[in-house]
T-cell receptor
C-alpha cells in the first residue's frame, strides 16, 4: 500500500462546476496535510494546508480532512480553465519524524470551457 | 517577501562537468530542502537542512553534494552526473522543520531544469 494515494485522472469537469479531488494516506500519525497545484513545467504551489478534522475554506477552495477515515479532499468551486493542472496531496507525519513531506502521485484536472 | 529563488533556471552539463545549483530565501525560514522531480512524477526528497545542519539525506548518490553556507542559502554541487539525473531540481523552505501546524508549510522555488548529456 502506498503511503499517499491519489487517482491519477485526468478528472474532467466543465467550467463552472465543482471539482472534487481525493487523497488517502496510510500513516495514522499524520498531522499536517497539504494541497499543491503544479502547472506543466512549473514548480508546485501551495494552495491549502489543513491540520484539524473538518473543512477549511479559502476562496474557491475547500479542504476537507477526516483523520478517522484517513482521507483528505480538495473541492474547487466554480472551476476555471486556469485551474487545469496537476494537484498534489502531501502529508507530514510521525513515520517520517515530521520532517518529510510524502507526496501522492497527483491528480490531473482538466477544466473545459 | 515570500519567495524562494533558484539559479540557474536551466542547466545543461556533460557527465564530466562540475556545476552548482543555488537557492535563496529571505523569509527567515530555518528549514530548507532539495527535491528532484522527473516528468509526471511527484517531487522526491533528497536532502533536508534544519537550522543549517543536514538532518536528512535520502540515500542520495555522492555525486550530489549539498551545502548550506548560511540560513538563507542552499547549494547543490553536482559532479560526474549521469543522463538519468536529468530532472527538475526544486528547492523549498519552511519556517520550522518539524510538523507543527502552521510552521511547516513548504514553499517551493521555481526549480532548475537540469539536462545531463
Amino acid at each position: 500500500q502506498k503511503e499517499v494515494e491519489q487517482n491519477s485522472g485526468p478528472l474532467s469537469v466543465p467550467e463552472g462546476a465543482i471539482a472534487s479531488l481525493n487523497c488517502t494516506y496510510s500513516d495514522r500519525g499524520s498531522q499536517s496535510f497539504f494541497w499543491y497545484r503544479q502547472y506543466s513545467g512549473k514548480s508546485p504551489e501551495l494552495i491549502m494546508s489543513i491540520y484539524s478534522n473538518g473543512d477549511k475554506e479559502d476562496g474557491r477552495f475547500t479542504a476537507q480532512l477526516n483523520k478517522a477515515s484517513q482521507y483528505v479532499s480538495l473541492l474547487i468551486r466554480d472551476s476555471q480553465p486556469s485551474d487545469s493542472a496537476t494537484y498534489l496531496c502531501a502529508v507530514n507525519g510521525e513515520n517520517t519524524g515530521f520532517q518529510k513531506l510524502v507526496f501522492g502521485t497527483g491528480t490531473r484536472l482538466l477544466v473545459s470551457p | 517577501d515570500t519567495e524562494v529563488t533558484q539559479t540557474p533556471k536551466h542547466l545543461v552539463m556533460g557527465m564530466t562537468n562540475k556545476k552548482s545549483l543555488k537557492c535563496e530565501q529571505h523569509m527567515g525560514h530555518r528549514a530548507m530542502y532539495w527535491y528532484k522531480q522527473k516528468a509526471k512524477k511527484p517531487p522526491e526528497l533528497m536532502f533536508v537542512y534544519s537550522y543549517e545542519k543536514l538532518s536528512i539525506n535520502e540515500s542520495v548518490p555522492s555525486r550530489f553534494s549539498p551545502e548550506c553556507p548560511n540560513s538563507s542559502l542552499l547549494n547543490l554541487h553536482l559532479h560526474a552526473l549521469q543522463p538519468e539525473d536529468s530532472a527538475l531540481y526544486l528547492c523549498a523552505s519552511s519556517q520550522e522543520p518539524v510538523g507543527l501546524a502552521g510552521v511547516n508549510e513548504q514553499f517551493f522555488g521555481p526549480g532548475t531544469r537540469l539536462t545531463v548529456l
